[in-house]
């Protein structure tokens, strides 16, 4: 199993949303005994830069607002917007003992293996996609499906 990564980002980008980059993730098994790969089920989700807010000026919540429910979601879960001088919501600081290792936050909004690939252990997808972009992240937070 691979997973191809792809981040998309604009130069000259003025948008709030451009300190909240999409991540989008396509796994891939081998079929069979040949090389042949075969798109098994893909990740999505974002990378807030929270430094990169911070250094720019740019508000948290204009840049998580403008892209969709989820993520306005995830910022109201994790930032506090009533406190300047406290980043992190109450419940985080709780969670964290106000210890959070770093500013940025990986955000895993969708998790997608195809229907006749339901069966496969997604755990390593997860671990690698947390590997590759959380190093630098002091929160990672996914999105509870939706039933």
Request: aromatic letters at 8%; a negative charge.
């Amino acid at each position: 199993m691979h997973i191809h990564f792809t981040i998309e980002v604009q130069c000259e980008n003025t948008e709030p949303s451009r300190v909240v980059p999409r991540i989008e993730e396509k796994i891939f098994e081998f079929a069979g005994d040949d090389d042949n790969e075969v798109e098994i089920g893909k990740i999505g989700g974002y990378l807030v830069l929270v430094g990169r807010a911070f250094d720019e000026e740019e508000s948290l919540f204009d840049a998580m607002d403008s892209i969709d429910q989820s993520v306005h979601d995830c910022y109201a879960a994790l930032f506090n917007p009533d406190n300047a001088d406290e980043l992190w919501s109450e419940s985080v600081r709780a969670l964290y003992s106000d210890n959070v290792s770093a500013m940025n936050v990986l955000f895993i909004q969708t998790i997608e293996l195809y229907p006749n690939l339901a069966s496969i252990e997604i755990a390593p997808i997860i671990r690698e996609t947390i590997a590759t972009f959380g190093s630098e992240c002091g929160i990672v937070a996914c999105r509870a499906p939706t039933m």
